[in-house]
């Protein structure tokens, strides 16, 4: 007899949990009539995390698939745009030591590689700024788009910051007025299992038991369904990323006009890192730190430093990362998103990229009866687990391109046992052939394309050898493309309003009609 799957019961709510039930309901809003339910289970007793303020550009497509406006997105969740990463003294640690890794490919990237051209070029000007005009648009604090550019669309890629302890009940509104999902506030108690190991239903304190066909694990680090009544264990991977203690603080500005920068600035410290993500009312810092390597009591003293006498009396709250994921994924009738599946330092924003594309690969493979749900989710954990793997060497990228000598953290980041040996691969493969479009990244589940590693590697020293000769046939395209960078450079500079500016202008009037 053929069992459908029609009621889906995500257990947890913040960020993963809402979006999750917002990309599954969206998806399938037309089958409500014919019995299929998004039921959310949250503990009223649970705070979220809520320190997650990066997303990458995939957050727009998500907010458009689930309906929901941009205007008033920026509205009610304190957001501003989002041009990429400043990443400040992670080569050598000097003070001038910076380069971006921005949102936009470089010119004309499906036609002709820059990479080789620029390194060949007698030229003092970045990869950044050689092939791409976002770096100068974050320099000049400009935003991405214009008060008149449709919703979600832009004159150059965006990401967003956005505050996390905003956004999950935004979501919830949206979710539970607009695409019928079923909120219960309830706090879980146990896990009812079947005879052939699926889960049952969850039995909760205030609404009895709650039965469902596919549970999805949104309940944080605990992994209440997949970790602990399935048994899954976490695969730690602090072998290779050290990183363990987060400090944050939320620092207000100094005036209420204090420009807004539109990218993360990442600052590299003794034995971590510094995020600095800037909000229309406030700033969120925090140090990302190996507590193997340093103190909290150093780590705390190092991110007052560098945040200035204004944080002497702003509390600090320590969360512990465990560099990790499951096992396995999706197991039975049970699949884990967000918290529940891993986590990983936020050194790329990945928390909440990782939750759209588990959300969104449920969504369009929701199989349609259990007979078939084995067969769905092995193809989502092969997928799954490429893409957490291809994180974990992009993560420790950055650490092994440094060449800071200064504290046994970078020094012990390079040692060859510590990097993947995926990773290591590609690094010699990278120092004759540097990656481009059709290399080692033409997967349909890649999460970086080569121009992110591209912008990594040579915006921290890395070379590739190449032969002049050899670029010959495309110099006169290369050419093209980085004169035309140049001219769309000082365009948009041009034409592009302050950032600050145009939030203001979204709040107030809306993202108007052109």
């Known amino acids: 007899m053929v069992r459908p799957v029609k009621n889906i019961v995500i257990v947890g709510g913040g960020t993963a949990g809402w979006l999750t039930a917002g990309l599954i309901a969206a998806k399938h809003k037309a089958r409500r009539s014919t019995g299929f339910t998004v039921t959310l289970v949250e503990s009223p007793n649970t705070p979220i995390i809520g320190v997650g303020e990066g997303t990458w550009p995939t957050l727009r497509t998500s907010l458009a698939k689930i309906g929901v406006s941009e205007t008033d997105f920026f509205r009610e969740c304190d957001a501003a745009f989002k041009q990429g990463a400043k990443f400040a003294r992670w080569t050598t640690g000097a003070a001038d030591d910076a380069y971006y890794h921005p949102l936009m490919l470089p010119q004309g990237f499906s036609q002709v590689n820059l990479a080789p051209h620029w390194l060949t070029a007698a030229s003092d000007q970045s990869f950044c700024d050689a092939v791409t005009p976002q770096g100068r648009l974050c320099d000049d604090g400009l935003a991405p788009k214009t008060i008149t550019s449709a919703p979600y669309q832009g004159a150059a890629n965006y990401a967003y910051h956005l505050d996390a302890g905003k956004f999950a009940p935004f979501l919830q509104r949206h979710c539970c007025e607009k695409l019928g999902v079923r909120h219960v506030l309830a706090d879980v108690r146990s896990v009812a299992l079947a005879e052939d190991g699926d889960i049952r239903a969850i039995l909760t304190e205030q609404h ?154 449920i969504s369009e493979q929701m199989p349609a009866c259990r007979e078939v749900m084995d067969v769905v989710a092995a193809r989502f954990n092969a997928t799954t687990h490429y893409r957490w793997g291809r994180i974990i060497d992009f993560l420790k990228l950055h650490y092994v391109l440094s060449k800071r000598e200064d504290t046994a953290f970078w020094r012990d980041n390079r040692a060859r046992e510590t990097v993947p040996d995926r990773l290591a691969d590609l690094l010699l493969l990278w120092r004759h052939q540097g990656p481009w479009l059709h290399d080692e990244f033409d997967r349909a589940d890649e999460v970086f394309p080569a121009a992110s590693y591209q912008y990594v590697l040579y915006g921290m020293g890395f070379r590739t050898e190449v032969e002049p000769e050899a670029l010959a046939d495309e110099r006169t395209i290369a050419e093209r493309a980085i004169r035309e960078n140049a001219m769309q450079t000082e365009r948009l500079r041009a034409g592009l309003p302050r950032h600050r500016d145009l939030i203001r202008k979204i709040v107030e009037h809306g993202l108007q009609p052109v």
């Open 208 to 361: 009895g038991e709650i039965e469902g066909d596919l549970f999805v694990d949104c309940t944080g680090f605990r992994s209440l369904l997949l970790g602990e009544a399935l048994g899954v264990p976490f695969r730690d991977c602090g072998d290779v990323l050290f990183c363990d203690t987060a400090l944050a603080i939320q620092v207000p500005y100094e005036h209420e006009n204090s420009p807004i920068a539109s990218h993360t600035i990442s600052t590299a410290q003794s034995a971590g890192w510094i995020w600095d993500i800037s909000l229309p009312t406030r700033r969120g810092t925090g140090h990302v730190y190996s507590s193997r390597h340093i103190s909290d009591e150093d780590a705390e003293r190092e991110l007052r430093a560098y945040l200035g006498p204004a944080s002497r009396d702003l509390p600090a709250r320590k969360i512990a990362i465990r560099s990790g994921h499951r096992e396995t994924f999706w197991k039975r009738n049970c699949v884990a998103v967000g918290l529940a599946a891993g986590f990983l330092e936020p050194l790329e924003a990945s928390a909440i990229v990782l939750i759209e594309l588990s959300a969104k690969l």
